[in-house]
DNA sequence: ATCGTGCATGGTTAG
DNA sequence: TAACCATGCACGATC
């Protein structure tokens, strides 16, 4: 007796059968032990059961005279005891199929003989007879499973399958399947037993779909095509390298699987899984993990039609406990319970949690629930999901483009390591074709060398019509939530964002610049290229340089900073500098130089994982790129060397705005890498006269905001000295403060126009300080708060930097601006409370709302940094 | 505040 | 149109 017949699945807790009698019971026919849960029926005429396993070993002819099952205690029942050995086969051979012989081993178990122990004493006659009583009781052979050469000689099973194509064509009825594999099986066989019984009898009564569901392998629908693919059998002749949706082993009316949940497994992978050992794996189903099923809930949702098939009957809603085995051998329990829905039943597998991280699956990844014969045990396994389509060198797909998908990963990891031999040696797969699947992580998938990627259109023909809109709905934007918090992909998107930093305009196209809405986008006609990765740098100077790295060597080469180098590049290919044009020439930068650019490298990528981890990095990645840049400027100070990102050499004469941060949107980080030194303070583009016109707008507040001032202090002072007897402490805060707010502004105001005096736009002054400040009135605070909460709630920009985060620079904007505020102040009724202007200092700090730290803040307003002209 | 549980809701799809 | 099922949500338990 094989291990695995010996370990049965343990649905209530037993773990076998010598640690629980409770979990069997036993078979009024053969009189020995069961699994409780698997493989019952009851009879017709008392509450007495039988083990189908009983049943199909000895005949299923007697049960279909009968229409039922009757047990030892009936009137019928002896002749349920008759051999069909002796009662047909001596009569007629031609009447009579003999199914696997079943030998009694150890105790209470019946278990597969062991193959190779005696000649097999299978032996499959169909007949026109076998036709006819199929057809009188209801049997339909559609899904007919032939499931391995060794267990039928291959002229029986030719014979068996063009046998079934007449069926196919003579029956219609929709019943259970009668599967061949169960007959190898023995624990969890399939009962051919009309569909009228089924499906008028209760979940819990009679023989549970679950019961029936350790059928094995179907075979195609096509079995029109005996010997070519349409068995596991005859895919001995002609192995179809085809992940094919199977049906499933039995047929249940209305309750048949869809087609969606048919397990996608290839011919040869099931020859292989049953063909070899004494145990096969019956694939039952399989299903596309929802982003619910595959969170931290913990809840796998079982499709209905699977959770009756092959799940144990449960009448209660909290269910049982089932213990289901990954594919690495771990042993799971779950709580299979179902929920009452619209008079419905809604069923989950709970705790599911630990087994899919252990799988490390995540929604849109595949489940695929199996079952080892003998034993009937459950297995899991899975098949990741990939939404890498590339097409193959070859012109092929791996996956079908209309497919999410993919099957390059190991399909069912680790089955064959469920598969133990009888003989119990440490290898799992002696000299079975499983020994070279093993994955990297022990994994073994039910691929063979070659099929992985081998697949091809005739794969897509022959997937059920399964909706892709229903296949990838799951992963759609619901899991969008669990897929972006998912740290594994995170990585990945990641990953794909330093794989946009590679990204190269076509060199040989020229860009189409484009404005939307103020900003000018570049649009190529041809798709980006691939180069090697550089770096650039920003040298206080101005000059920028662009770094790269011999592939044979290691050493940096200084290149010219427009040069987009191929994927592979090495001194040979310096081009630009004939002194460092072979590998041997000694590096321009010294270790110490060179650390250091690598070291403000890594941080600047490192500053950007991290703002994309928080949620923060912008969308585009010219601002991330750039504002790492501005960022790591901000850091340096006047003498950096800051590393850009391909591309982000535009960004150099605004580095030192330390104000700017991921996200940013402003007009100095919308810039696109063609606005490399394309703005002069000369230019004349949208985004400079914006800013030029803003700039003398704020100017012009300043003006007017002082002369307020002056004028306020001169109220003060008058009103200080009219209560002056009575003059208190607050009154003397106020006015403390009042002069103090008053310096501020003239400091402002004067850093301001010290700007301008150079001919200079300050960017790191913060224009809504400004304009609170410039502002004479109440009415005109209001326009205050009343942009600021249109900035906050109306536009999708964040507020990443002081600068304003709207970044329309058309002067129409500016218009609609304004008007907007007169409608704002009109439409908007402002609570005293609201009209509180924050004060200087607390603006700074407290306003600023775009996730600046208010001691990066803080140390903004206390060292500003120095201001460079900037070149924008 | 977070987590777990049970149910309800509504979109999608098969019949 | 009914059934399915993914997921939201309320409520109680627990930290």
Same mark, same amino acid.
């Given at each position: 007796?094989?291990?695995?017949?010996?370990?049965?699945?343990?649905?209530?807790?037993?773990?076998?059968?010598?640690?629980?009698?409770?979990?069997?019971?036993?078979?009024?026919?053969?009189? /020995?032990?069961?699994?409780?849960?698997?493989?019952?029926?009851?009879?017709?005429?008392?509450?007495?059961?039988?083990?189908?396993?009983?049943?199909?070993?000895?005949?299923?002819?007697?049960?279909?005279?009968?229409?039922?099952?009757?047990?030892?205690?009936?009137?019928?029942?002896?002749?349920?005891?008759?051999?069909?050995?002796?009662?047909?086969?001596?009569?007629?051979?031609?009447?009579?199929?003999?199914?696997?012989?079943?030998?009694?081993?150890?105790?209470?178990?019946?278990?597969?003989?062991?193959?190779?122990?005696?000649?097999?004493?299978?032996?499959?006659?169909?007949?026109?007879?076998?036709?006819?009583?199929?057809?009188?009781?209801?049997?339909?052979?559609?899904?007919?499973?032939?499931?391995?050469?060794?267990?039928?000689?291959?002229?029986?099973?030719?014979?068996?399958?063009?046998?079934?194509?007449?069926?196919?064509?003579?029956?219609?009825?929709?019943?259970?399947?009668?599967?061949?594999?169960?007959?190898?099986?023995?624990?969890?066989?399939?009962?051919?037993?009309?569909?009228?019984?089924?499906?008028?009898?209760?979940?819990? /009564?009679?023989?549970?779909?679950?019961?029936?569901?350790?059928?094995?392998?179907?075979?195609?629908?096509?079995?029109?095509?005996?010997?070519?693919?349409?068995?596991?059998?005859?895919?001995?002749?002609?192995?179809?390298?085809?992940?094919?949706?199977?049906?499933?082993?039995?047929?249940?009316?209305?309750?048949?699987?869809?087609?969606?949940?048919?397990?996608?497994?290839?011919?040869?992978?099931?020859?292989?899984?049953?063909?070899?050992?004494?145990? /096969?794996?019956?694939?039952?189903?399989?299903?596309?993990?929802?982003?619910?099923?595959?969170?931290?809930?913990?809840?796998?949702?079982?499709?209905?039609?699977?959770?009756?098939?092959?799940?144990?009957?449960?009448?209660?809603?909290?269910?049982?406990?089932?213990?289901?085995?990954?594919?690495?051998?771990?042993?799971?329990?779950?709580?299979?319970?179902?929920?009452?829905?619209?008079?419905?039943?809604?069923?989950?597998?709970?705790?599911?949690?630990?087994?899919?991280?252990?799988?490390?699956?995540?929604?849109?990844?595949?489940?695929?629930?199996?079952?080892?014969?003998?034993?009937?045990?459950?297995?899991?396994?899975?098949?990741?999901?990939?939404?890498?389509?590339?097409?193959?060198?070859?012109?092929?797909?791996?996956?079908?483009?209309?497919?999410?998908?993919?099957?390059?990963?190991?399909?069912?990891?680790?089955?064959?390591?469920?598969?133990?031999?009888?003989?119990?040696?440490?290898?799992?797969?002696?000299?079975?074709?499983?020994?070279?699947?093993?994955?990297?992580?022990?994994?073994?998938?039910?691929?063979?060398?070659?099929?992985?990627?081998?697949?091809?259109?005739?794969?897509?023909?022959?997937?059920?019509?399964?909706?892709?809109?229903?296949?990838?709905?799951?992963?759609?934007?619901?899991?969008?939530?669990?897929?972006?918090?998912?740290?594994?992909?995170?990585?990945?998107?990641?990953?794909?964002?330093?794989?946009? $930093?590679?990204?190269?305009?076509?060199?040989?196209?020229?860009?189409?610049?484009?404005?939307?809405?103020?900003?000018?986008?570049?649009?190529?006609?041809?798709?980006?290229?691939?180069?090697?990765?550089?770096?650039?740098?920003?040298?206080s100077s101005g000059?920028?340089?662009?770094?790269?790295?011999?592939?044979?060597?290691?050493?940096?080469?200084?290149?010219?900073?427009?040069?987009?180098?191929?994927?592979?590049?090495?001194?040979?290919?310096?081009?630009?500098?004939?002194?460092?044009?072979?590998?041997?020439?000694?590096?321009?930068?010294?270790?110490?130089?060179?650390?250091?650019?690598?070291?403000?490298?890594?941080?600047?990528?490192?500053?950007?994982?991290?703002?994309?981890?928080?949620?923060?990095?912008?969308?585009?990645?010219?601002?991330?790129?750039?504002?790492?840049?501005?960022?790591?400027?901000?850091?340096?100070?006047e003498?950096?060397?800051?590393?850009?990102?391909?591309?982000?050499?535009?960004?150099?004469p605004t580095?030192k705005h330390?104000?700017?941060?991921?996200?940013?949107?402003?007009?100095v980080?919308?810039?696109?890498?063609?606005?490399?030194?394309?703005h002069r303070p000369t230019c004349?583009?949208?985004?400079c006269?914006?800013v030029k016109r803003r700039f003398k707008?704020l100017m012009l507040?300043k003006k007017?905001?002082?002369?307020?001032?002056?004028?306020?202090?001169?109220?003060?002072?008058?009103?200080?000295?009219?209560?002056?007897?009575?003059?208190?402490?607050?009154?003397?805060?106020?006015?403390?403060?009042?002069?103090?707010?008053?310096?501020?502004?003239?400091a402002g105001v004067a850093a301001a126009e010290n700007g301008s005096s150079n001919g200079q736009i300050d960017l790191n002054c913060?224009?809504?300080?400004e304009?609170?400040?410039?502002?004479?009135?109440?009415?005109?605070?209001?326009?205050?708060?009343?942009?600021?909460?249109?900035?906050?709630?109306?536009?999708?920009?964040?507020?990443?930097?002081?600068?304003? /985060?709207?970044?329309?620079?058309?002067?129409?904007?500016?218009?609609?601006?304004?008007?907007?505020?007169?409608?704002?102040?009109?439409?908007?009724?402002?609570?005293?409370?609201?009209?509180?202007?924050?004060?200087?200092?607390?603006?700074?700090?407290?306003?600023?709302?775009?996730?600046?730290? $208010?001691?990066?803040?803080?140390? $903004?307003?206390?060292?500003p940094p120095p201001r460079p002209p900037v070149d924008i």
């Open positions: 007796m094989s291990s695995l017949a010996a370990g049965h699945l343990s649905i209530r807790g037993a773990e076998s059968l010598e640690d629980s009698r409770s979990a069997y019971d036993k078979c009024v026919f053969c009189e /020995t032990f069961h699994l409780e849960e698997s493989g019952w029926r009851e009879c017709n005429y008392c509450d007495k059961r039988i083990h189908c396993g009983c049943i199909v070993s000895r005949s299923f002819f007697e049960l279909m005279d009968y229409g039922g099952i009757r047990c030892t205690g009936c009137p019928k029942s002896a002749q349920l005891h008759t051999p069909p050995s002796t009662r047909d086969r001596g009569e007629d051979e031609d009447k009579s199929v003999h199914l696997y012989k079943f030998t009694a081993s150890g105790e209470n178990h019946f278990s597969p003989q062991p193959r190779n122990s005696e000649p097999r004493s299978l032996s499959i006659k169909v007949n026109q007879e076998l036709v006819h009583l199929m057809g009188e009781t209801g049997i339909n052979l559609s899904n007919v499973v032939c499931p391995s050469m060794d267990i039928l000689s291959e002229e029986d099973h030719i014979r068996l399958l063009e046998n079934l194509k007449d069926f196919n064509k003579s029956l219609t009825h929709s019943s259970i399947n009668i599967s061949l594999g169960d007959l190898v099986g023995g624990a969890n066989l399939a009962v051919p037993f009309p569909t009228s019984q089924q499906e008028g009898s209760e979940p819990n /009564t009679g023989p549970s779909s679950f019961q029936q569901g350790a059928s094995s392998h179907p075979i195609l629908p096509s079995l029109s095509k005996p010997g070519s693919a349409a068995g596991a059998g005859a895919s001995k002749l002609t192995v179809p390298q085809v992940r094919v949706a199977r049906p499933p082993a039995e047929g249940r009316g209305k309750n048949q699987l869809l087609p969606r949940y048919w397990p996608r497994i290839t011919d040869q992978e099931l020859e292989q899984l049953s063909g070899d050992l004494n145990s /096969t794996i019956v694939p039952l189903f399989e299903k596309v993990l929802s982003a619910s099923d595959a969170g931290r809930i913990g809840r796998l949702v079982l499709p209905k039609a699977c959770a009756e098939a092959y799940f144990p009957p449960i009448s209660q809603s909290e269910g049982v406990p089932v213990r289901i085995q990954d594919v690495k051998g771990n042993e799971w329990t779950f709580q299979f319970r179902f929920w009452p829905n619209n008079n419905s039943r809604m069923y989950v597998l709970e705790g599911v949690t630990p087994c899919i991280q252990s799988m490390q699956l995540c929604a849109g990844d595949t489940v695929i629930f199996s079952r080892i014969n003998p034993g009937g045990k459950l297995v899991m396994g899975f098949r990741k999901a990939s939404h890498s389509m590339q097409p193959q060198a070859n012109g092929t797909s791996s996956v079908t483009p209309s497919r999410v998908v993919m099957e390059n990963i190991p399909v069912v990891g680790g089955y064959a390591d469920l598969l133990h031999p009888p003989n119990g040696t440490k290898d799992p797969l002696p000299n079975s074709p499983f020994e070279n699947l093993k994955d990297t992580r022990g994994n073994v998938s039910w691929h063979r060398n070659g099929d992985i990627v081998n697949r091809t259109s005739e794969d897509a023909t022959q997937l059920p019509p399964i909706s892709e809109k229903k296949r990838t709905r799951n992963i759609g934007l619901k899991s969008r939530r669990l897929l972006m918090h998912n740290e594994d992909v995170m990585e990945l998107r990641l990953t794909w964002e330093e794989a946009q $930093d590679l990204l190269r305009p076509p060199p040989s196209v020229g860009p189409s610049i484009v404005t939307i809405e103020g900003h000018d986008f570049e649009e190529y006609d041809e798709p980006p290229v691939f180069g090697k990765r550089t770096v650039y740098i920003s040298r000059d920028q340089e662009q770094w790269a790295q011999c592939d044979d060597c290691s050493k940096w080469r200084r290149l010219p900073i427009d040069v987009l180098l191929p994927p592979k590049w090495a001194c040979t290919d310096n081009i630009w500098d004939s002194e460092r044009r072979f590998c041997s020439a000694p590096d321009e930068m010294t270790p110490k130089e060179l650390d250091g650019l690598l070291r403000i490298s890594r941080d600047t990528k490192k500053r950007r994982l991290v703002d994309n981890q928080n949620g923060i990095g912008g969308s585009v990645d010219n601002e991330t790129a750039g504002l790492d840049a501005l960022a790591s400027a901000a850091e340096l100070g003498s950096m060397v800051v590393p850009l990102g391909p591309g982000e050499a535009s960004m150099g580095t330390p104000r700017h941060r991921a996200g940013c949107t402003c007009i980080c919308i810039q696109p890498p063609s606005g490399k030194g394309k004349t583009c949208n985004v006269m914006t707008t507040r007017k905001q002082r002369q307020e001032s002056e004028h306020e202090q001169q109220a003060d002072a008058a009103s200080t000295s009219m209560h002056r007897d009575s003059g208190s402490q607050q009154q003397m805060n106020v006015a403390s403060s009042l002069v103090e707010k008053s310096e501020e502004r003239q913060d224009p809504d300080r304009e609170v400040e410039g502002f004479d009135n109440e009415a005109q605070k209001r326009h205050v708060n009343n942009v600021n909460s249109v900035t906050a709630s109306g536009t999708c920009f964040p507020a990443s930097c002081d600068y304003p /985060t709207r970044t329309t620079t058309s002067s129409s904007f500016q218009q609609e601006e304004q008007q907007q505020l007169l409608d704002n102040e009109k439409q908007h009724f402002v609570q005293p409370n609201e009209e509180a202007v924050v004060s200087i200092g607390q603006k700074g700090k407290s306003s600023d709302g775009d996730g600046h730290s $208010d001691d990066q803040e803080a140390a $903004d307003d206390e060292e």
